[in-house]
Structure formats: structure tokens, C-alpha cells
Nanobody, 122 residues
Framework: QLQLVESGGGLVQPGGSLRLSCAAS????????IGWFRQAPGKEREWVSC????????HYADSVKGRFSISRDNAKNTAYLQMNSLKPEDTAVYYC???????????????WGQGTQVTVSS
């Protein structure tokens, strides 16, 4: 069974940076894509980014394009989300998820981490 564990969240001032990690363990053979989602209080879960393992393609939501960067280390079964120029509206619980394809549809992802809180505030 695939398990995902996020880390790296915290409190940061506007304009600051954080790097989130998503460590995968268990059965990872059928996992090609890792996606990042976020959910702010009172809002629906929002897709942020995803990366494909095989071809290495990356995709971003318009709201984070140019500020966030997704990457992965296949040897370590770990994906990362580098977040720069953070804004208060980036405040949310961030989740990583795994699927067989890189997509913004949360229903396609079969395994989810527990989430890590990111708070952007002065």
C-alpha cells in the first residue's frame, strides 16, 4: 500500500519561501505522477501542480505559475514543491497525492498524504 507523508510547512512572511516535501513509501510501481493540492479554510480543495515521473513534465495552476516549482527525486521516492514569493492567499493545508497520470482532477488521485499547514502572514 502506498503511503505519502508531507513535510516542510510552517509560518512565513509575505514574499518568503518554503519547500514542501512528499515522501512516498510502500508500493510505488504504478505511481507515475505526484500532484500537490491545497485547501484553505472554507474553500474547496484546489489543484496546485503535478509532475510526471516518466517524462518529467510539470504543470501548474495559473495562481502559482512563475512562483512555485515542482520537482522529484525518483531515487528517494520524494517530490518537492518549492514555493517562492508567497502571498497571504497561499495560506492553506497542502496535500500531495499520487496517480497514474498528471492531472488537475483530484478524483484521479488514489493516495493522499495527511497534509501540511502553510501560513503566510506578517
Amino acid at each position: 500500500q502506498l503511503q505519502l507523508v508531507e513535510s516542510g510547512g510552517g509560518l512565513v512572511q509575505p514574499g518568503g519561501s518554503l519547500r514542501l516535501s512528499c515522501a512516498a513509501s510502500g508500493v510505488t510501481l504504478n505511481v507515475d505522477a505526484i500532484g500537490w493540492f491545497r485547501q484553505a479554510p472554507g474553500k474547496e480543495r484546489e489543484w496546485v501542480s503535478c509532475i510526471s515521473r516518466i517524462i518529467g513534465s510539470t504543470h501548474y495552476a495559473d495562481s502559482v505559475k512563475g512562483r512555485f516549482s515542482i520537482s522529484r527525486d525518483n531515487a528517494k521516492n520524494t517530490a518537492y514543491l518549492q514555493m517562492n514569493s508567497l502571498k497571504p492567499e497561499d495560506t492553506a493545508v497542502y496535500y500531495c497525492a499520487a496517480s497514474q497520470m498528471c492531472t488537475g482532477s483530484s478524483s484521479i488521485y488514489g493516495a493522499w498524504g495527511q497534509g501540511t499547514q502553510v501560513t503566510v502572514s506578517s
